[in-house]
């Protein structure tokens, strides 16, 4: 891959008008609402993994509707459309592999958290 095509995938992970605008919004105190979304995410994240067989489709709808929301304010765009998903195919009521979804919200988190760490 070229350095353009890792360039366009890091915009495509992390949104940085987004993130430029809670520096602008938030001035020194960013730092604390990024780490306090990425807690909430960590949370949701592992509520995801750690669901049993017989969890509720509305269970992991709400967790992947929280992630979703909470990636998308803090400029993760590919985990939040990812999350969508997931919360979208499982209101729809469409047959969905929840372990692939989920597998993939937790790489992308973790590409974007690593992204936002080295920005």
């Known amino acids: 891959m070229n350095g353009l095509n890792t360039a366009m ?3 495509e992970s992390l949104d ?19 780490e306090a979304f990425l807690e909430s995410i960590d ?5 995801l993994k750690a669901r049993s067989t017989d969890e509720s489709s509305e269970a992991i709808s709400r967790w992947s509707h929280s992630i ?6 803090i ?3 590919k ?3 990812t ?15 929840v372990d692939v979804l989920v597998s993939q919200i937790e790489q992308e988190y973790n590409h974007s958290r690593e992204l936002l760490f080295n920005r």
Do not use: R
């Not at 949370?43 to 509520?47: P, S, V």
């Open 9 to 11: 995938g890091e915009l």
């Open 16 to 34: 940085q008008m987004v993130l430029n605008q809670l520096h602008e919004d938030m001035g020194e105190d960013v730092d604390e609402v990024l």
């Open 43 to 47: 949370e949701l994240i592992a509520c």
């Open 68 to 73: 979703k929301s909470s990636a998308a304010s």
């Open 75 to 77: 400029g993760m765009m």
């Open 79 to 81: 985990l939040s459309t």
């Open 83 to 97: 999350a969508e998903t997931l919360e979208k195919s499982l209101k729809q009521g469409i047959a969905v592999d």
